[in-house]
Protein backbone atom coordinates (compact mmCIF):
# COMPACT_ATOMS: atom_id res chain seq x y z
CA UNK A 1 0.00 0.00 0.00
CA UNK A 2 1.49 3.57 -0.89
CA UNK A 3 1.53 6.12 1.74
CA UNK A 4 -0.84 8.49 -0.01
CA UNK A 5 -3.49 5.82 0.13
CA UNK A 6 -3.21 5.50 4.29
CA UNK A 7 -2.69 8.84 5.24
CA UNK A 8 -3.50 12.38 3.09
CA UNK A 9 -3.94 16.17 3.77
CA UNK A 10 -6.34 17.94 2.10
CA UNK A 11 -4.90 21.66 2.47
CA UNK A 12 -8.20 24.40 1.74
CA UNK A 13 -8.43 28.04 1.83
CA UNK A 14 -9.74 27.92 5.39
CA UNK A 15 -9.70 24.72 6.65
CA UNK A 16 -6.89 21.28 6.94
CA UNK A 17 -8.49 18.15 6.50
CA UNK A 18 -6.76 15.22 7.49
CA UNK A 19 -8.04 11.33 5.57
CA UNK A 20 -6.34 8.55 7.68
CA UNK A 21 -7.23 5.37 5.41
CA UNK A 22 -10.53 6.98 3.90
CA UNK A 23 -12.08 5.52 7.04
CA UNK A 24 -11.03 8.54 9.39
CA UNK A 25 -11.50 12.20 8.13
CA UNK A 26 -11.20 15.54 10.05
CA UNK A 27 -10.85 19.18 9.99
CA UNK A 28 -9.12 21.83 11.47
CA UNK A 29 -10.22 25.31 10.82
CA UNK A 30 -6.81 27.55 9.89
CA UNK A 31 -7.53 29.94 12.42
CA UNK A 32 -6.52 27.35 15.13
CA UNK A 33 -3.66 26.24 13.94
CA UNK A 34 -0.71 26.69 16.24
CA UNK A 35 1.96 29.40 15.51
CA UNK A 36 4.98 28.13 13.50
CA UNK A 37 7.48 29.31 16.00
CA UNK A 38 10.31 28.27 14.28
CA UNK A 39 8.80 30.52 11.13
CA UNK A 40 7.56 33.08 13.88
CA UNK A 41 11.82 33.12 15.48
CA UNK A 42 13.51 33.12 11.91
CA UNK A 43 11.25 36.25 11.41
CA UNK A 44 12.44 38.26 14.31
CA UNK A 45 15.78 36.93 14.00
CA UNK A 46 16.82 37.69 10.66
CA UNK A 47 19.23 40.89 9.78
CA UNK A 48 16.92 43.91 8.81
CA UNK A 49 19.03 47.11 7.65
CA UNK A 50 18.27 50.63 9.18
CA UNK A 51 16.16 51.47 6.60
CA UNK A 52 13.68 48.84 5.54
CA UNK A 53 10.56 48.90 5.46
CA UNK A 54 7.67 45.81 6.34
CA UNK A 55 4.87 46.44 3.59
CA UNK A 56 1.86 44.62 4.95
CA UNK A 57 -1.20 43.17 3.15
CA UNK A 58 -3.76 41.94 5.46
CA UNK A 59 -6.27 40.80 3.06
CA UNK A 60 -6.89 38.62 -0.23
CA UNK A 61 -7.40 41.67 -2.49
CA UNK A 62 -5.04 44.87 -3.00
CA UNK A 63 -2.24 42.74 -4.07
CA UNK A 64 -1.97 44.14 -7.38
CA UNK A 65 -0.52 47.68 -5.78
CA UNK A 66 1.97 46.03 -3.59
CA UNK A 67 4.76 46.10 -6.57
CA UNK A 68 3.83 49.58 -7.49
CA UNK A 69 4.61 50.83 -3.73
CA UNK A 70 7.34 48.27 -3.40
CA UNK A 71 9.28 50.00 -6.70
CA UNK A 72 8.19 53.61 -5.35
CA UNK A 73 10.33 52.80 -2.21
CA UNK A 74 13.28 51.62 -3.78
CA UNK A 75 13.65 53.96 -6.08
CA UNK A 76 13.55 56.55 -2.59
CA UNK A 77 16.47 54.31 -1.37
CA UNK A 78 14.65 52.14 0.94
CA UNK A 79 14.89 48.08 1.68
CA UNK A 80 11.76 46.65 1.36
CA UNK A 81 10.46 43.20 2.84
CA UNK A 82 6.56 42.00 2.35
CA UNK A 83 3.92 40.56 4.46
CA UNK A 84 1.30 39.39 3.62
CA UNK A 85 -1.84 36.48 4.96
CA UNK A 86 -1.42 34.36 1.88
CA UNK A 87 -0.52 34.29 -2.33
CA UNK A 88 0.23 37.92 -1.80
CA UNK A 89 4.16 37.26 -3.40
CA UNK A 90 2.27 36.14 -6.42
CA UNK A 91 1.73 39.54 -7.58
CA UNK A 92 5.54 40.36 -7.99
CA UNK A 93 5.65 37.58 -10.75
CA UNK A 94 7.24 40.29 -13.03
CA UNK A 95 9.50 41.54 -9.90
CA UNK A 96 13.04 41.09 -10.20
CA UNK A 97 14.28 40.46 -8.02
CA UNK A 98 11.54 39.80 -5.81
CA UNK A 99 11.54 40.95 -2.40
CA UNK A 100 11.76 38.67 0.74
CA UNK A 101 8.65 37.51 1.14
CA UNK A 102 7.18 36.32 4.56
CA UNK A 103 3.35 34.63 4.26
CA UNK A 104 1.57 34.36 7.92
CA UNK A 105 -1.79 32.73 9.28
CA UNK A 106 -4.03 35.39 10.81
CA UNK A 107 -3.13 34.18 13.82
CA UNK A 108 0.82 34.54 13.56
CA UNK A 109 0.06 38.40 12.09
CA UNK A 110 -1.54 39.35 14.68
CA UNK A 111 1.59 37.62 16.93
CA UNK A 112 4.02 39.31 15.04
CA UNK A 113 2.46 42.80 15.51
CA UNK A 114 2.05 42.68 18.51
CA UNK A 115 5.24 42.50 19.50
CA UNK A 116 7.79 45.11 20.47
CA UNK A 117 10.58 43.34 18.13
CA UNK A 118 8.55 44.32 15.11
CA UNK A 119 10.44 47.97 15.62
CA UNK A 120 13.49 46.85 14.14
CA UNK A 121 11.55 47.99 11.16
CA UNK A 122 11.92 51.44 10.06
CA UNK A 123 8.42 51.88 9.00
CA UNK A 124 5.07 49.81 8.95
CA UNK A 125 3.10 50.23 5.62
CA UNK A 126 -0.28 48.98 5.23
CA UNK A 127 -1.44 48.10 1.80
CA UNK A 128 -4.88 48.18 3.02
CA UNK A 129 -6.49 50.52 6.45
CA UNK A 130 -9.25 47.69 6.84
CA UNK A 131 -9.42 44.08 6.37
CA UNK A 132 -12.61 42.60 4.59
CA UNK A 133 -14.52 39.14 6.07
CA UNK A 134 -14.34 36.10 4.06
CA UNK A 135 -17.11 36.10 1.40
CA UNK A 136 -18.54 39.12 2.53
CA UNK A 137 -17.92 42.85 1.99
CA UNK A 138 -17.96 44.26 5.81
CA UNK A 139 -15.04 45.51 6.88
CA UNK A 140 -13.05 45.58 9.97
CA UNK A 141 -10.74 48.90 10.65
CA UNK A 142 -6.85 47.44 10.83
CA UNK A 143 -6.45 49.26 14.41
CA UNK A 144 -9.74 47.17 15.40
CA UNK A 145 -8.69 44.21 13.95
CA UNK A 146 -4.74 44.21 15.34
CA UNK A 147 -5.95 45.56 18.82
CA UNK A 148 -2.87 45.59 19.59
CA UNK A 149 -0.46 46.84 17.00
CA UNK A 150 2.99 48.07 17.17
CA UNK A 151 4.27 50.57 14.99
CA UNK A 152 7.79 50.51 13.48
CA UNK A 153 10.59 52.80 14.49
CA UNK A 154 8.42 55.59 12.74
CA UNK A 155 4.75 55.92 13.21
CA UNK A 156 2.71 53.81 10.62
CA UNK A 157 1.18 54.57 7.41
CA UNK A 158 -1.65 53.16 5.85
CA UNK A 159 -2.96 52.71 1.76
CA UNK A 160 -7.01 54.20 2.51
CA UNK A 161 -9.06 53.16 -0.61
CA UNK A 162 -12.05 55.11 0.57
CA UNK A 163 -11.16 59.16 0.80
CA UNK A 164 -14.02 59.65 2.64
CA UNK A 165 -12.80 57.66 5.97
CA UNK A 166 -9.74 59.37 5.59
CA UNK A 167 -8.63 60.57 9.05
CA UNK A 168 -4.93 61.52 9.26
CA UNK A 169 -2.00 62.25 7.71
CA UNK A 170 -0.94 58.71 8.09
CA UNK A 171 -3.05 57.50 5.38
CA UNK A 172 -2.23 58.00 1.86
CA UNK A 173 -4.58 57.59 -1.20
CA UNK A 174 -4.30 56.44 -4.87
CA UNK A 175 -6.34 59.19 -6.05
CA UNK A 176 -7.79 62.60 -5.56
CA UNK A 177 -10.96 62.36 -7.78
CA UNK A 178 -12.17 65.51 -5.90
CA UNK A 179 -8.95 67.66 -6.85
CA UNK A 180 -9.28 68.71 -3.41
CA UNK A 181 -6.21 70.67 -2.58
CA UNK A 182 -5.37 69.50 0.74
CA UNK A 183 -5.66 65.98 -0.76
CA UNK A 184 -3.19 66.61 -3.59
CA UNK A 185 -0.20 65.91 -1.32
CA UNK A 186 -1.48 62.74 0.20
CA UNK A 187 -1.71 61.04 -3.56
CA UNK A 188 0.66 57.97 -4.14
CA UNK A 189 -0.62 56.17 -7.13
CA UNK A 190 0.64 52.48 -7.78
CA UNK A 191 0.72 51.30 -11.35
CA UNK A 192 4.26 48.98 -11.19
CA UNK A 193 4.05 45.80 -12.42
CA UNK A 194 7.52 44.75 -13.01
CA UNK A 195 8.62 43.93 -16.35
CA UNK A 196 5.78 44.49 -18.43
CA UNK A 197 5.59 44.35 -22.87
CA UNK A 198 4.16 48.02 -23.99
CA UNK A 199 2.28 46.82 -27.28
CA UNK A 200 0.39 48.45 -30.59
CA UNK A 201 -2.21 47.70 -31.72
CA UNK A 202 -3.51 44.71 -33.20
CA UNK A 203 -3.63 44.40 -36.84
CA UNK A 204 -5.86 41.86 -37.50
CA UNK A 205 -8.57 42.12 -34.13
CA UNK A 206 -9.22 44.50 -31.73
CA UNK A 207 -9.08 43.39 -28.58
CA UNK A 208 -10.94 45.14 -25.58
CA UNK A 209 -10.66 44.38 -22.25
CA UNK A 210 -12.51 43.83 -19.07
CA UNK A 211 -10.75 43.07 -15.70
CA UNK A 212 -12.77 43.39 -12.15
CA UNK A 213 -16.16 42.06 -10.11
CA UNK A 214 -18.20 41.91 -13.23
CA UNK A 215 -21.29 42.42 -11.64
CA UNK A 216 -20.45 45.06 -9.19
CA UNK A 217 -18.27 47.20 -11.01
CA UNK A 218 -19.56 46.90 -14.46
CA UNK A 219 -22.45 48.21 -16.25
CA UNK A 220 -23.20 44.53 -17.74
CA UNK A 221 -26.42 45.70 -19.44
CA UNK A 222 -24.80 48.35 -21.61
CA UNK A 223 -21.91 46.79 -22.72
CA UNK A 224 -24.54 43.19 -23.90
CA UNK A 225 -26.31 45.98 -25.65
CA UNK A 226 -23.06 47.41 -27.42
CA UNK A 227 -21.79 43.93 -27.91
CA UNK A 228 -25.42 43.40 -29.84
CA UNK A 229 -25.01 45.83 -32.19
CA UNK A 230 -21.23 45.93 -32.92
CA UNK A 231 -21.19 42.59 -34.11
CA UNK A 232 -24.24 43.06 -36.78
CA UNK A 233 -21.59 45.92 -37.95
CA UNK A 234 -17.94 44.51 -37.36
CA UNK A 235 -16.18 41.17 -37.19
CA UNK A 236 -12.47 41.60 -36.61
CA UNK A 237 -12.80 42.09 -32.79
CA UNK A 238 -13.35 40.55 -29.23
CA UNK A 239 -14.17 41.20 -25.66
CA UNK A 240 -11.56 39.36 -22.78
CA UNK A 241 -13.58 39.18 -19.51
CA UNK A 242 -11.40 38.43 -16.71
CA UNK A 243 -13.20 37.86 -12.81
CA UNK A 244 -16.07 37.01 -11.64
CA UNK A 245 -20.17 37.62 -12.59
CA UNK A 246 -21.35 37.41 -15.55
CA UNK A 247 -22.27 40.12 -18.67
CA UNK A 248 -25.96 38.92 -18.77
CA UNK A 249 -27.97 37.72 -22.16
CA UNK A 250 -26.41 38.61 -25.11
CA UNK A 251 -27.30 36.90 -28.51
CA UNK A 252 -25.38 34.36 -30.30
CA UNK A 253 -24.06 36.11 -32.53
CA UNK A 254 -22.27 38.47 -30.24
CA UNK A 255 -20.95 35.54 -28.07
CA UNK A 256 -18.67 34.70 -30.57
CA UNK A 257 -16.92 38.30 -29.93
CA UNK A 258 -16.43 37.23 -26.06
CA UNK A 259 -13.30 35.94 -24.67
CA UNK A 260 -14.45 35.02 -20.97
CA UNK A 261 -11.85 33.45 -18.66
CA UNK A 262 -13.18 33.76 -15.55
CA UNK A 263 -10.85 34.46 -12.19
CA UNK A 264 -7.34 34.15 -13.25
CA UNK A 265 -3.67 34.48 -11.71
CA UNK A 266 -1.62 37.79 -11.91
CA UNK A 267 0.42 36.18 -14.62
CA UNK A 268 -2.66 34.88 -17.17
CA UNK A 269 -4.07 38.72 -16.35
CA UNK A 270 -0.73 40.73 -17.19
CA UNK A 271 0.01 38.12 -20.14
CA UNK A 272 -3.95 38.99 -21.03
CA UNK A 273 -3.93 42.89 -20.55
CA UNK A 274 -0.35 42.80 -22.95
CA UNK A 275 -2.03 41.04 -25.78
CA UNK A 276 -5.32 43.75 -25.45
CA UNK A 277 -5.90 47.40 -27.14
CA UNK A 278 -7.97 48.84 -24.94
CA UNK A 279 -9.79 49.02 -21.26
CA UNK A 280 -13.33 48.86 -20.54
CA UNK A 281 -13.58 50.87 -17.24
CA UNK A 282 -17.62 51.01 -17.82
CA UNK A 283 -18.13 53.26 -15.36
CA UNK A 284 -21.25 54.94 -15.64
CA UNK A 285 -22.63 58.38 -12.98
CA UNK A 286 -26.12 57.15 -13.08
CA UNK A 287 -25.24 53.70 -11.33
CA UNK A 288 -25.21 54.20 -7.98
CA UNK A 289 -21.95 51.66 -7.26
CA UNK A 290 -20.20 54.23 -9.22
CA UNK A 291 -20.35 56.98 -7.64
CA UNK A 292 -18.20 56.81 -5.36
CA UNK A 293 -15.24 56.91 -8.33
CA UNK A 294 -16.78 60.54 -8.51
CA UNK A 295 -15.79 61.54 -4.85
CA UNK A 296 -14.34 58.72 -2.41
CA UNK A 297 -12.16 56.64 -4.43
CA UNK A 298 -10.68 55.39 -7.85
CA UNK A 299 -10.98 51.97 -9.69
CA UNK A 300 -8.03 49.51 -9.71
CA UNK A 301 -8.74 49.32 -14.09
CA UNK A 302 -7.01 52.77 -14.23
CA UNK A 303 -3.80 51.57 -12.36
CA UNK A 304 -3.65 48.68 -15.09
CA UNK A 305 -4.25 51.59 -17.57
CA UNK A 306 -1.08 53.28 -16.59
CA UNK A 307 1.10 50.66 -16.36
CA UNK A 308 0.20 49.08 -19.50
CA UNK A 309 -0.48 51.83 -21.33
CA UNK A 310 -3.35 50.53 -22.54
CA UNK A 311 -5.73 53.47 -23.59
CA UNK A 312 -8.89 53.11 -21.93
CA UNK A 313 -12.73 54.10 -22.98
CA UNK A 314 -14.14 56.30 -20.67
CA UNK A 315 -17.36 57.83 -19.68
CA UNK A 316 -16.85 61.78 -20.04
CA UNK A 317 -17.84 62.50 -16.20
CA UNK A 318 -14.99 59.88 -15.15
CA UNK A 319 -12.67 61.23 -18.03
CA UNK A 320 -12.75 65.33 -16.23
CA UNK A 321 -12.14 64.13 -12.95
CA UNK A 322 -9.44 61.44 -13.20
CA UNK A 323 -7.34 63.54 -16.02
CA UNK A 324 -8.50 61.64 -19.02
CA UNK A 325 -8.92 63.40 -22.71
CA UNK A 326 -8.83 62.26 -26.31
CA UNK A 327 -5.49 63.00 -26.18
CA UNK A 328 -4.71 59.79 -24.00
CA UNK A 329 -7.65 57.98 -24.35
CA UNK A 330 -11.34 57.39 -26.14
CA UNK A 331 -13.73 59.88 -24.39
CA UNK A 332 -17.48 59.22 -24.93
CA UNK A 333 -20.48 61.75 -23.91
CA UNK A 334 -22.95 59.24 -22.63
CA UNK A 335 -24.11 55.88 -22.50
CA UNK A 336 -25.80 55.83 -25.91
CA UNK A 337 -21.98 56.86 -27.14
CA UNK A 338 -20.30 53.81 -25.76
CA UNK A 339 -21.36 51.85 -29.31
CA UNK A 340 -19.45 54.68 -31.73
CA UNK A 341 -16.46 54.82 -28.88
CA UNK A 342 -16.22 51.45 -29.50
CA UNK A 343 -16.44 51.49 -33.67
CA UNK A 344 -13.87 53.96 -33.38
CA UNK A 345 -10.88 51.88 -31.33
CA UNK A 346 -12.14 49.12 -34.32
CA UNK A 347 -11.58 51.38 -36.88
CA UNK A 348 -8.63 53.71 -35.11
CA UNK A 349 -5.60 53.08 -37.32
CA UNK A 350 -1.98 52.13 -35.72
CA UNK A 351 -0.52 55.50 -35.93
CA UNK A 352 -3.61 57.24 -34.16
CA UNK A 353 -3.04 54.62 -31.70
CA UNK A 354 0.87 55.51 -30.96
CA UNK A 355 -0.24 59.12 -30.60
CA UNK A 356 -3.15 58.41 -27.43
CA UNK A 357 -0.66 55.89 -25.82
CA UNK A 358 2.43 58.64 -25.93
CA UNK A 359 -0.62 61.03 -24.70
CA UNK A 360 -1.31 58.56 -21.84
CA UNK A 361 2.61 57.85 -21.41
CA UNK A 362 2.94 61.41 -20.24
CA UNK A 363 -0.49 61.70 -18.05
CA UNK A 364 1.81 58.57 -16.45
CA UNK A 365 5.20 60.07 -16.13
CA UNK A 366 3.20 63.17 -14.15
CA UNK A 367 1.39 60.83 -11.97
CA UNK A 368 5.00 59.01 -11.24
CA UNK A 369 6.91 62.24 -10.08
CA UNK A 370 4.46 63.46 -7.77
CA UNK A 371 3.53 60.13 -6.66
CA UNK A 372 7.10 59.47 -5.56
CA UNK A 373 7.64 63.58 -4.47
CA UNK A 374 4.55 62.67 -1.95
CA UNK A 375 5.59 59.52 -0.32
CA UNK A 376 8.80 60.65 0.23
CA UNK A 377 7.12 63.52 2.32
CA UNK A 378 5.53 61.34 3.97
CA UNK A 379 8.54 59.06 5.04
CA UNK A 380 10.39 61.40 6.06
CA UNK A 381 7.75 62.98 8.54
CA UNK A 382 9.02 61.79 11.95
CA UNK A 383 6.48 60.95 14.93
Known amino acids: MCPGSFFRIENKAKHITFHIKDAIKFSINKKYLPIRRKYISDFFEHKVDEN ?3 LIEPNDCHHETLPGYYNYLKELGYKVEIAVLKNGDKSFSRVAPKPITWIFSEKEMKFILSDERIKKYHR ?3 NSKVTYKVNTHDEID ?3 FFPMLKNGKQKNIYVQH ?3 RRKSNSEIILANPTNNPDLKKFVVNPHYFGTVEITSKNADETNFILVGDINRKSNTILLAQVLDQLAEKKDKFKVTIIGYGNIGTVSDNAKKHLHILGRVDYET ?6 KADFFLPLLDPDMQLHKRYLKDGTSGTFQ ?3 GFLKPCLIHKTFADIYGFSNKNSIVYENNEML ?3 MLDAINMSTQNYLKIQTGLKATVKKIKEESLKNLDCIMNVEN
Not at 269 to 274: A, H, K, P, R, S
Open 142 to 144: IEQ
Open 52 to 54: TVL
Open 124 to 126: IIF
Open 304 to 306: LVY
Open 162 to 164: HID
Open 269 to 274: MYQEIE
Open 339 to 341: YYA
